[in-house]
């Protein structure tokens, strides 16, 4: 009997362990970046994920309005490389490798009015889930959302990406680093192992880290990056920009997971897209006209007063928002101010902020839209350090 028993046990173990290593295979399992499947956006890709209607209606405080038109150039001289935030939900903790419609909204609100300036890669990758966040958030963790492996694979699979552009796309041509939440964490553990002191790093012309705590020594420009400082200037290159953003009205809590670091004498950085020099500057937002990005019921504000709302999908409100960078309590922020004017016609507020069961997630402030508030100072910034990188390279 105690050998039946032993037999079985052994039999048990054995399904258990191959139970285990067949679950655990897709995470090992390399994704073919050769195949343009597994790719948003791709140069020449059918149905490119960036090949969207970027048209802006421009809203001026006295209530006219005007519309602008985009236009993607397909010969821009430099290549920029996105990873997207944590949007996918998906159930599990992992993500699968299909774009659904919450990684075609993303591209369409970070990435492609870059589109302008360079042309645009965009690996998919297996993300940990917005499902397995909330569930953090939550208490109720999604099953292996703990599991180191789970964290890894993510990074691995933007590492995969990121070597096949620079094999088979690149061709010596200068790259810009575009990064959202999780994006952005995946590159400031990349840029460190796969760029930093390696040939590559010569065509480096920016890292745009966003909505993310990257780490600089307090009162430098480096920290976690050695040798790539903040950006100062548009015409630097080889440079980082970072930065949270939130309310001047709603500074972040003592309990924001934005805006800090926990490494002793460093603190996040924050680089002004609107004064990268220092001091304050207008935000040239494209802010989605439509419900509130994050999937809320929030409806867009009524841009104008008494009057129809714009067609296109995004709005632009020049001279509505201003921001700069502020150090307090611990905290490093790029800090937006909406300067209202109940006089004008104008919508005197934006939405932006994580609402949850109507409730404003005070901790996370405009996290949804770091990368909407400033999106046309950073092409700009990527166009203007596109020139200064050919310059050189001549």
Known sequence: MSKMLGALALGAGLAMAAFSAQAQSPLTQKNDYANKANWLCFPGKAGDACAVDMTATLVNADGSMRTETFKADPKAPIDCF????????????????????????VVRQQLARFGSKCRIYAPLYRQFTLTALRGMISGTPVPGAADPAVRQVGYNDVVDAWNYYLKNENKGRGVVLIGHSQGSGLLTRMIPAEIEGKPVQKQLVSALILGSNLGVEKGKDTGVFKTIPLCRSATQTGCAISYVTFRDTVPPPSNSRFG?????????ACTNPAALAGGQGELKAYLSNAANIASSSTPAPAWVKDKPAPKTPFVALPGLITGRCVHKDGFSYLEAKVNANPADPRADDINGDVVTNGVVAKDWGLHLIDANIAMGNLVDIVGQQSKAYLAKAR
């Open 260 to 268: 800090k670091v926990q490494n002793a004498g460093m603190e996040a």
């Open 82 to 105: 996105y990873v997207y935030p944590t949007v996918s939900t998906d159930p599990g903790a992992v993500s699968d490798m299909t774009a659904n419609a919450e990684e075609l909204n």
